[in-house]
């Protein structure tokens, strides 16, 4: 059974581009999580989505980004017009469908963003 | 809100030796408490996880872990560590009710030969 899969794995953008990082979710998991690393600090949650919905985003900062995570493909994260405070390691999980807090939610390996 | 404090951000040891990487926690409600490990370049793996019952949890690896509600603690041990053991760990708690876990801001462990 594979693991969680993100890609890129590295990710290189001018400030002002725009950057998508893709989340495919371990086999029959249906709800992904995104998470941020800044440099020397740990995870902060970003957004919880389910199949076509998004459950908590309390986490998002207000603007240039968002996430999508359709009836089909992978779950998408998008940054829009980078700047380098974006700069950062963006981690998904995902968990089985019973859909509970006491559920492990399994990492994939990450996608390093570096801003230029 | 809830807020995970390690209390330590390296800690150095020789191998073999004994380990205890301690992580405080900060909640209005009740909540389920994790360690996940970091190795460099990768993605977290969950170690163990409380969710009730006995406050000892034994995880992978030769970990364990005692939940102390009194003192809000998850501290993280292991009597024997190995080199491969080198890797950065994070203590997370979820509330009950909500989805998204709460992270320590990590511990970095050395372990020196």
């Known amino acids: 059974n594979a693991g969680v899969m993100q890609n890129p794995r590295h990710l290189v953008r001018r400030r002002g581009q725009e950057a998508r990082l893709r989340c495919s979710p371990m086999?029959?998991?249906?709800?992904v999580y995104w998470y941020r690393q800044l440099p020397e600090e740990g995870l902060k949650f970003m957004v919880y989505?389910?199949?076509?919905?998004?459950?908590?985003e309390s986490g998002m900062p207000k603007e240039r980004f968002s996430a999508e995570f359709p009836k089909e493909g992978p779950s998408i994260l998008r940054i829009q017009q980078v700047v380098r405070g974006d700069s950062a390691a963006y981690f998904c999980?995902?968990?089985?469908?019973?859909?509970?807090?006491?559920?492990?939610?399994?990492f994939g390996p990450g996608t390093r963003l570096t801003v230029l | 809100a809830q807020s995970v404090t390690q209390l330590d951000s390296q800690v150095p040891v020789f191998e073999e030796a004994p380990v205890e990487l301690r992580c405080n926690y900060s909640s209005s409600v009740s909540v389920y408490l994790f360690w996940y490990v970091q190795y460099p370049n990768q993605g977290l793996q969950l170690l163990l996880k409380?969710?009730?019952?006995?406050?000892l949890v034994k995880g992978i690896n030769g970990f364990e872990a005692e939940f102390n509600k009194s003192q809000t603690s998850f501290h993280l041990r292991k009597p024997s560590v190995h080199i491969s053991d080198t890797a950065e760990y994070f203590c997370a708690v979820t509330p009950q009710g909500a989805q998204k876990l709460v992270f320590g801001q990590g511990t970095r462990l050395t372990i020196n030969p």
């Open positions: 409380y969710l009730s019952g006995s406050t």
């Open positions: 086999k029959g998991h249906s709800h």
């Open positions: 989505l389910q199949k076509e919905n998004i459950i908590d």
């Open positions: 999980a995902s968990s089985p469908p019973s859909g509970g807090p006491a559920d492990t939610q399994y």
